[in-house]
């Protein structure tokens, strides 16, 4: 397959991939499209292994591009949905305070939504919380009726399989980009000319640049978060999504009770630095990995400052009985035996050196080819927003 010309290469087939491929067909029907995946099938990485969550947008920073792209996307993807008979349900969650100390960061998180445009939020108390959750113990909380669930791979197949309607697009999967110039890209299998590129690594975005020779002063650093399942005899402890009050110095929302599709109750997830990217199982280990992020300086200036907060993540994450205290902040009538693993994620986090994190959306473009470097949450929910976005951005002069 050497030398064959596109006129546009998509690298990677996740959610964000799939969203710009399928915007990009929608206006330009006659251009010749490949989508190019290092795996052996579609979507398997961070767009499958989220929590399922439909965000609201109610943690961003108002005029973000996380904001904008939350609210936008939201309403894209439900639309999306109800016309291609993707399955998902629009059922609220609350965000539960359970000491005074936190009642002070919901206020925040209510007005923090207002200004991102969510009406019908609004604050309840003990009792309200009750009649919503029954068994979930609060002093007060905050009800966002724009949180939803759905499966995001039968969203990933459903685009799939539209854009592979088309008769000018090509999908090569087990094709590993091993270098990239401004035209062209050599793959494992074989050399791809094009006019234009768009690189959706995720977990491999940094790693994709550098082989792009673009500078960045960042590094891709990776978190495992677990799952637990609540066994069928206390599944009926849940209605639909709960969470806790996030720790505003963190990038991750805590341990928080999800409802599924398939009607099962998940909780999770902890967040654990990896020491490989793709660390699905508890102690994996990759030396390229684990090279890569521990001697980057911003690594280690994010651990001094946030060891406390890491040391009890690895706690939870090999102690069933220190996840099951934080279950029972929440819902105190869970006990050990009423839950048991069942998945992992992971998260990538775009590091800055000084150990801050990259929390909102990155993009980078060196002549035709354009690289998203950062698209953290809400990237599953604004994915067709962003697919719109990284569209217009490519044709950018």
């Known amino acids: 397959m050497n030398h064959k010309y596109f006129d546009i290469v998509i690298v990677g087939t996740g959610l964000v991939g799939l969203a710009t491929a399928h915007s990009i067909i929608k206006d330009f029907k006659d251009?010749?499209?490949?989508?190019?995946?290092?795996?052996?099938?579609?979507?398997?990485?961070?767009?499958?292994?989220?929590?399922?969550?439909?965000?609201?947008?109610?943690y961003y920073k108002p005029g973000s591009e996380r904001a904008i792209n939350c609210?936008?996307?939201?309403?894209?993807?439900?639309?999306?949905?109800?016309?291609?008979?993707?399955?998902?349900?629009?059922?609220?969650?609350?965000?539960?305070?359970?000491?005074?100390?936190?009642?002070?960061s919901l206020y925040k998180l209510e007005l923090n939504g207002k200004q991102n445009g969510?009406?019908?939020?609004?604050?309840?108390?003990?009792?309200?919380?009750?009649?919503?959750?029954?068994?979930v113990d609060g002093i007060e909380a905050l009800f966002v009726p724009q949180s939803g669930i759905i499966n995001y791979r039968s969203l990933a197949i459903s685009l799939f399989q539209k854009i592979r309607k088309n008769k000018n697009v090509t999908v090569l999967?087990?094709?590993?980009?091993?270098?990239?110039?401004?035209?062209?890209?050599?793959t494992s299998l074989g050399k791809l000319k094009y006019k234009y590129s768009i690189f959706c690594g995720g977990l491999h975005s940094d790693r994709l640049a550098k082989l792009d020779n673009i500078c960045t002063q960042s590094k891709i650093v990776t978190f495992r978060g677990d799952f637990f399942r609540l066994n069928k005899n206390v599944k009926n402890r849940i209605k639909n999504l709960v969470?806790?009050?996030?720790?505003?110095?963190?990038?991750?929302?805590?341990?928080h009770f999800?409802?599924?599709?398939?009607?099962?109750?998940?909780?999770?997830?902890?967040a654990v630095f990896t020491f490989k990217r793709e660390d699905y199982l508890k102690n994996e280990f990759s030396f390229e990995d684990t090279f890569d992020a521990l001697s980057f300086k911003g690594t280690?200036?994010?651990?001094?400052?946030?060891?406390?907060?890491?040391?009890?993540?690895?706690?939870?994450?090999?102690s069933k009985k220190i996840f099951l205290k934080e279950i029972n902040k929440l819902v105190p009538s869970i006990c050990e035996n009423d839950f048991k693993y069942c998945r992992s994620g992971v998260r990538a986090i775009?590091?800055?050196?000084?150990?801050?994190?990259?929390?909102?959306?990155?993009?980078?473009?060196?002549?035709?080819?354009?690289?998203?470097?950062?698209?953290?949450?809400?990237?599953?929910?604004?994915?067709?927003?962003?697919?719109?976005?990284?569209?217009?951005?490519?044709?950018?002069?």
């Not at 969510?118 to 068994?135: C, F, H, Q, R």
């Not at 599924?260 to 909780?267: Q, R, S, Y």
């Open 31 to 58: 251009l010749r499209l490949a989508i190019i995946e290092k795996e052996k099938e579609i979507c398997i990485h961070q767009s499958q292994r989220n929590s399922g969550v439909i965000h609201s947008g109610l």
């Open 71 to 104: 609210t936008i996307g939201r309403e894209m993807l439900i639309k999306y949905c109800k016309e291609n008979k993707v399955e998902h349900d629009i059922c609220g969650k609350i965000v539960v305070a359970t000491n005074q100390n936190e009642i002070e």
């Open 118 to 135: 969510l009406s019908g939020i609004k604050m309840i108390n003990k009792k309200d919380i009750k009649k919503v959750e029954p068994y």
């Open 173 to 186: 999967t087990d094709c590993k980009v091993q270098k990239i110039d401004k035209d062209c890209v050599d």
């Open 243 to 255: 969470y806790p009050v996030p720790n505003p110095k963190f990038p991750f929302l805590g341990i």
């Open 258 to 270: 999800t409802r599924m599709m398939d009607g099962t109750i998940e909780c999770g997830p902890n």
């Open 300 to 318: 280690w200036k994010l651990f001094l400052k946030n060891w406390k907060f890491g040391l009890d993540e690895y706690k939870r994450a090999f």
């Open 350 to 397: 775009l590091l800055k050196k000084d150990g801050s994190i990259e929390d909102d959306f990155v993009f980078e473009k060196n002549n035709n080819n354009l690289h998203v470097l950062n698209a953290p949450s809400p990237a599953a929910t604004a994915c067709l927003s962003i697919g719109d976005k990284i569209k217009s951005k490519l044709f950018e002069c």
